[in-house]
């Protein structure tokens, strides 16, 4: 069993800040890499941040140089630092977590809820 619980979204101006953060429970699995997706109203998902268990980051490009994301192993938390956010990041923001059992011969894929990070003018 494996649960992620995002927290951290909000009502943010242009400009401003958010962090968001995902605690992950996540049983028998070990947790292999952990990422931040979004989706806004009539758009596709899209990844914007992935970092794997080894450290390996990739950003979407447009959130290159205003976005970090970071992990804390011993507390399977994902982070994810947004500075100057623009309007076309608001979205609902979806934490993601590659698990594998310690076998290895399983893996899965599990998503949070979601939280609203909404940006206005």
């Known amino acids: 069993q494996v649960q992620l619980a995002e927290s951290g979204g909000g009502l943010v101006q242009a400009g401003g800040s958010l962090r968001l953060s995902c605690a992950a429970s996540?049983?028998?699995?070990?947790?292999?890499?952990m990422g931040w997706y979004r989706q806004a109203p009539g758009k596709q998902r899209e990844s914007v941040a992935r970092?794997?268990?080894?450290?390996?980051?990739n950003y979407l490009d447009s959130v290159k140089g205003r976005f970090t994301i970071s992990r804390d192993n011993a507390k399977n938390t994902v982070y994810l630092q947004m500075n100057s956010l623009r309007s076309e990041d608001k979205g609902v923001y979806y934490c993601?977590?590659?698990?594998?059992?310690?076998?290895?011969?399983?893996?899965?894929?599990?998503w949070g809820q979601g939280t609203q990070v909404t940006v206005s003018p």
């Open positions: 996540v049983s028998i699995f070990r947790i292999d890499a």
């Open positions: 993601n977590a590659d698990v594998v059992l310690p076998c290895r011969w399983y893996s899965d894929t599990y």
């Open positions: 970092i794997t268990s080894g450290g390996s980051i």
